[in-house]
């Protein structure tokens, strides 16, 4: 229980990095968390997940999530093994990808410390994963859906309101309510030029205002996402080249697809074979036909990104598409090359100068994918070096984020708010997001330092 003595507001993750979103607000003698993620890229960010939670998970009465990518969503399962006992409140969309990411989570990281243990490359005698695929269903359990735009009800003076962000199916902005004092946090704010999303709703202002700064520092190139991406696909098709495409099972998975399928649709790429890699980006497809409402995709290009690649369910199938040649493009998660079945297939196709690496979204500092993208060529993979070789190209107009001309755009049409906090970016891009938000919207803004705590309460 809260023994505070006035509202505030606590940055628990997603300060000086894109990763472990997590924020408490606690008020009228209560604790509500705002999303709850994994920290992701840099090891000493990661171990972060292993440190006690900053407060006892038992304490929390609450958690309010955004939208279903790990970096949000990922640290529950271990939030409620260790004593969280309240409703995890979402989108109707948000639970149903959670119900596929988390155990999914779980069982790869159950998997990956068998693996570990059994090639001897773990600095421990007996690696333990951070939580297991019991540990994410005994998670979901605990999730409640709330529709876009109710009013929710949190107790005690407390409510919040679930706003469309675009970016990602059930993906919201949240604005929490605290005796009439009113928080809003960005969530990840999606494009109005998202191949599959429809565009997130401008911010309605409040008073304290959290905004995400992932491209804060940079602006989407205006060329063509799919000729870029045709381009490619010809020229390694032409030499009989492997394409790997690290994707995120939810969200960029299907954009690539529904590009791959619109291509091949007009003739624009030879008819070579698909392959999809990721038995959660097979379900995460499924859904998005359940959910036609929060993207603009016909339902004949959902069928046909739907029907595009052939399905690889299952280890066995994973190993022998190692052993092909190419021409050929394999889609895998993960989108940063932090684990998943795309690792195997590094160490297969990544050696061959024939093949190509297509990084499809955004690469956290830290991660394979970013050391790869600033033009490094070895990686370490299952304790031992791999060279490269595969030609390497980074995808610039595919991304489920705004911009930071698009973020300005998104904020700028409300008034001002007491205060704007810059999170979940790069120390650079929260830094020169805060820099134009201050010098071209003339609002009091600054980046929160990480485990700081606020008031929320109203100025004097």
């Avoid at 300060?15 to 709850?36: K, M």
């Avoid at 904020?411 to 120390?427: D, I, K, L, N």
Wanted: glycine share 10%.
């Amino acid at each position: 229980m809260n023994t505070a003595q006035e509202p505030s507001l606590s940055f628990l993750g997603a300060t000086g990095t894109v990763t472990g979103s997590r924020y408490l607000i606690e008020a009228n003698g209560r604790r509500i968390l705002v999303d709850c993620g994994l920290f992701q890229g840099y090891k000493q960010l990661r171990l972060r997940n292993w440190n006690p939670f900053p407060v006892p998970p038992k304490s929390i009465d609450s958690v309010l999530l955004t939208h279903a990518h790990l970096d949000h969503s990922g640290y529950l399962p271990a939030l409620v093994r260790n004593g969280f006992q309240g409703h995890i409140h979402c989108t109707p969309a948000t639970a149903e990808l959670c119900g596929l990411l988390l155990p999914d989570s779980g069982h790869l990281q159950e998997e990956e410390a068998r693996y570990a243990k059994r090639k001897g490359y773990s600095r421990h005698a007996n690696p333990k994963p951070l939580y297991t695929l019991e540990d994410a269903r005994a998670a979901l359990d605990h999730f409640r859906e709330t529709a876009f735009d109710r009013v929710l009800d949190l107790g005690d003076g407390i409510s919040a309101r679930f706003i469309p962000a675009g970016h990602l199916l059930g993906a919201a902005q949240i604005q929490v309510t605290v005796g009439g004092r009113t928080v809003h946090f960005s969530g990840d704010v999606g494009r109005e030029t998202d191949p599959l999303m429809h565009g997130p709703r401008p911010y309605p202002g409040a008073d304290i205002l959290v905004t995400e700064s992932t491209y804060g520092n940079r602006v989407h190139p205006q060329n063509d996402p799919e000729a870029e991406l045709a381009e490619v696909i010809n020229r390694v098709a032409r030499r009989g080249g492997a394409i790997v495409i690290p994707a995120f099972a939810v969200g960029r998975i299907q954009g690539v697809m529904l590009q791959i399928a619109r291509l091949r649709a007009r003739e624009a790429i030879p008819y070579i074979p698909v392959y999809l890699n990721s038995p959660m980006g097979v379900d995460a497809t499924a859904i998005y036909h359940n959910h036609h409402d929060e993207h603009h995709v016909s339902w004949e290009d959902c069928k046909a990104m739907f029907d595009l690649a052939e399905r690889v369910r299952t280890v066995e199938e994973s190993k022998e598409l190692n052993r092909r040649n190419g021409p050929m493009i394999i889609i895998s998660a993960s989108g940063m090359l932090a684990g998943g079945r795309v690792l195997h297939h590094l160490v297969s196709f990544g050696p061959d100068p024939k093949n190509a690496i297509v990084l499809s979204g955004f690469q956290a500092g830290g991660t394979r994918g970013a050391v790869l993208a600033r033009g490094e060529r070895h990686l370490r993979l299952f304790g031992r070096e791999i060279e490269i070789r595969a030609e390497v190209i980074q995808l610039e107009g595919i991304s489920g984020h705004a911009d930071a001309n698009e973020l300005l755009g998104w904020m700028g049409q409300a008034r001002s708010p007491e205060m704007t906090y810059v999170t979940h970016g790069e120390p650079d891009s929260a830094d020169a997001l805060r820099f134009r938000i201050d010098h071209e919207l003339g609002w009091n803004v600054r980046v929160p330092e990480h485990l700081e705590r606020v008031s929320i309460r109203k100025p004097r």
